[in-house]
Every structure is written in C-alpha cells, then in structure tokens.
C-alpha cells in the first residue's frame, strides 16, 4: 500500500475512534498546580485566538489547560487546495473533504495542542455545515446544525469533571461565523449554570493590532472592570530580546496545514485581549484581574553565554 494511503487509513482510524465526543490526552495527565482553563470553540483552529495565552498558563503558571471543540471542521474544506497534495486526496471537492476532514483536522488540532502545552481535546464532532452569519441557524427553534442536547450535557459535564477556574472563548462580533457565536454562547449558558461558589470565571476573547487602541470596559451592573485583560504577544524575551510569543502562534498556526487560509495569520496580531463575558461581577473581575497580573509578573530568565557561544560574551553582539 502506498504511503499517502496508508496515511488516510490512519486518519480514517483515528476518526472512528475520537468521533464521539470522548476525551484525548494530548500530554501525560498530571497534578498541575495552576489554574485549571478550559477554552470552548467552534472548529479545530479557533484556539489560535488565545494561542498565546494558553501557552504561557500551561508553560509558565504550571496551568492545566483543555480544550472542548464543538465541530470536525470539514466545512473548511474550500480552503484545503494547497494541502491536497500533502493528505494525498482531493479535499478541496466537498464530498471528498467532508468526508475525510475530520480526521485530518483532529490529527493537526492535536498537533497545535501540544505545542500550547493543552493537556486533553473533547471534540464532540458536531457537523460543521456551512459558513453563515445566521445565528438562527445554530441555535434557532428549529436549527438541526448541531445536536444541541447534547452539546449542552457535554458542556455541563465537562464543567462538572473538569472543576475550572476560567472559561476561554472567541468574542462574539455580528459580523463573525455563527458557529463562533453559538460556542461561546452555550459555553456562557453553561457557565451561569454552575453555582455561584463554584462558577468559573469566563473571557471571551479578541486579537488586536498594536495599533489599535485599548479601550477599558466596566460592567454597568458592578462598576467593576469588564476588561480588557491583556496578553501581549510581542513582549520581547530571550537572547538579546529576539524571541517574543507570537513565534509560539505561529507554530501553532502551521500545525492547521489543511486551512491554507489559516497561514495568513502567521505574524498577524499583536495582542490577546480578553473580556469578561455573562458573569460581570467584582468577583469575576478580581479573580480575572489577578490572573493576568500573574502572567505580567513571570519572566523568562535570560541566559548568559560562554565566549564559545560567539555573543553576547564581554560585551560582543
């Protein structure tokens, strides 16, 4: 059997395993000190929004951080030309697409999750049946996009088992895909279901430029900052301060091979700004407040080097 394949058979295994709806390590499971995230998104690439984010919570506030992704992402396959001849298979033609996307978008959605440090995937492989704007579509009466019982029990369950500090999703804009509406809505739904005490905080987020300015948000009903809380992707780190972490997006980014449009986005985005999304309490604010005060308070140390390593030696550049 050829290569390319033995590649799909793979993929098409992996498929019959990981569709219904069951979690997926991505790293060894482990007793993490930190907070514990759960990010909520629509398709496998959605993560990027808060790629760095996760990043940093996972790598540097020994965070465990999990993922939940509604849908298998197939409806992407209009953007998946270039990817054809790597996958071996005509993904671009929607028949073939949809029917092998799936597994070819949870094999990259693992990939990106490694590299952001996440710890496990529930994907729920909802259909993902077209681009819209319609949100009625989703979450209308009469909507049969998704399950949404059963994307709703998903969500109530892994909140329950899952004990989490703080909810990530996409912020949601009229002009965006319904799909990223209707994710971070339910996930809101299930959030404001939990009981106060125990209810974790949620932060919808957006990417920004540099240029773009940075407006505080108060909730009306506390008088309590809203947001935004910021992650800059572009802090400078590292050996003459080369290194910043929109190097780590963008890893993450390439790992989404099948969305050749998702590789636009390589270098794109200066900031993650999050707000605070269905609980706008003080108590939110705080705890939201403190959290990113701690990640602004961790810095990665700087290594100095030997004169074998030709700089940054007695002064040499």
């Known amino acids: 059997m050829r ?24 790293e060894r499971p482990s007793a993490n000190p930190g907070p514990r995230v759960l990010g909520v998104i629509a398709h496998p690439d959605d993560e990027i929004a808060f790629g760095a984010t996760l990043y940093r919570l996972s790598h540097q506030l020994d965070a465990t951080c999990d993922l939940l992704v509604i849908t298998n992402g197939e409806g992407g396959f209009k953007y998946a030309t270039l990817a ?18 799936p597994a070819i978008r949870q094999r990259e959605m693992r990939e990106s999750a490694h590299i ?16 819209t704007q319609d949100l009625n579509e989703v979450l209308g009466p009469d ?27 996409l912020a949601p804009r009229e002009d965006s895909h319904a799909h990223h509406r209707a994710a971070t809505a339910l996930a809101a739904e299930a959030v404001l279901a ?3 005490q125990r209810r974790p905080v949620m932060l919808v987020a957006n990417v920004r ?34 290194l910043d972490y929109g190097i780590v997006v963008n890893w993450a980014i390439a790992a989404h091979k099948s969305q050749g449009s998702m590789q636009l986005y390589m270098g794109r985005g200066d900031r993650e700004e999050f ?36 700089t940054n030696y007695e002064g040499v550049q």
Not at 3 to 26: E, F, H, K, Q, Y
Not at 216 to 223: K, Q, R, T
Request: with cysteine.
């Open 275 to 310: 707000t605070l999304f269905g609980d706008r309490s003080a108590v939110a604010s705080r705890r939201a407040e403190a959290l990113f005060l701690r990640l602004s308070e961790v810095k990665p140390s700087v290594r100095e080097y030997e004169e074998s390593a030709g």
């Open 3 to 26: 290569p390319i394949a033995l590649l799909l058979v793979a993929l098409l295994a992996t498929a019959c395993t990981n569709l219904s709806g069951t979690r997926v390590d991505v």
């Open 84 to 101: 054809e001849p790597l996958y071996g298979a005509a993904l671009s033609d929607e028949a073939t697409g949809r029917a092998l996307l």
């Open 116 to 131: 952001l440090g996440v710890a496990s995937i529930t994907f729920l492989s909802e259909r993902d049946h077209r681009y």
């Open 194 to 196: 939990v009981p106060e």
């Open 143 to 169: 909507a049969t996009a998704w399950d949404l019982p059963r994307v709703r029990r998903a969500l109530a369950s892994a909140l329950a088992k899952g004990s989490y500090d703080y909810v990530l999703a």
């Open 209 to 242: 430029s540099a240029t773009d300015p940075l407006t505080l948000v108060y909730a009306p009903e506390s008088g309590a900052k809203a947001g935004p809380f910021v992650l800059d992707r572009r802090e400078k780190f590292g050996h003459q301060a080369k």
